[in-house]
């Protein structure tokens, strides 16, 4: 296409530039824009303006101007950084709710707060509400502090009675309570 | 007149603008009269590029500045095969390619951008900032796709006309 650069000459070249530009495509890159270019120079500073100045419109969407080679590496490494995070989130979160509902860390041995089962059946026959019913497993839960049992309630004993050898009293009946009928 | 030795820095970038300039150069190549092999053509654009890159300056844009001397080169030719009678090598000095317009800073495209009429910079925003579509655009705002069209390329002419800041 052959524009002529007389009298409305201007209008047609900008009426291409602005098709070029409607299709996202760089006007500087068709023939027919470097033709008119060629017969007009003066045409190419004009042009130069305003395609550097879209150019710094579509930056302010990143927060800064970029090139469209920027563009793409910036969106690529965006998308693996996120990636990543959301991982080692989700893999921390599995940890940490793995370890809470079992006393055991993630090693396989017994944490400090907990005791020897043994020790905790003993102490049921004594009426100690931290008890618990003898069972097969050497370590048992030792009494979580009030924070960690609510939690644990929420999870593993949502439609199950109270915990084992709780008297009425027990601060940790009444946690377990307020978390139950919260609900 | 000899060639001063090559900066580094300057050529690295060189070589890595070339490629951003190719559709540029190879449709200058073949527009108008006389069209020239566009590898040619850039290879003489990187020559004198190299050859005048002192008149560049360092904070400004290398690719206008290539733009501009491409132009440059292929005008400088076909001057001068013009000129010259049938049979003669061309002897031509080239000129030096000019500067382009410094870049403008945030603020000052802030500033331009306040210039323009509210919807067609509504439009001009949605479609070069937001990449929406025109027909998305349309849509939003419950305009014609025509009309939408319109305010875009007044937005843009606006853009283009109005002069930038004065340098300091």
New interface residues.
Partial sequence: MTMDTTGTTHDTFWARVDALLDERRDPFDDPAVADALLRDPALLEPLERLVDRLGRVEGLARGRPMDGAEITRSTHRRSRVAAWVAGAAAVALVVVLASRSGNVDSGGTARPDAVPRDTLVADAARGDPGAVAPATSDVAPARPRARIHSFSSTVRHERCDPPVAATPGDPLLVSWRQTWTSR | MSTPPADPPFERALLEALPR?R??V???A???PGAQDADDLLQDVAAKALRYRHAYDEGR?LV?WL??TA?HV??DA?RAAARRPAGLEPDAEPVAPSE??P??S?DE?AG??DRLDPLPREI??RF????WS?ARIAASHGLPEGTV?SH??RA??R???LP?APTS
């Fill in positions: 300039i559709g540029y190879a449709a200058l073949a527009g108008g844009a206008p733009r501009r132009l292929v005008l076909r382009p317009s870049a403008e945030g495209l331009l951008l001009l925003l070069h900032r937001d990449g025109v069209k875009l390329h843009r002419r853009l283009r006309e930038g």
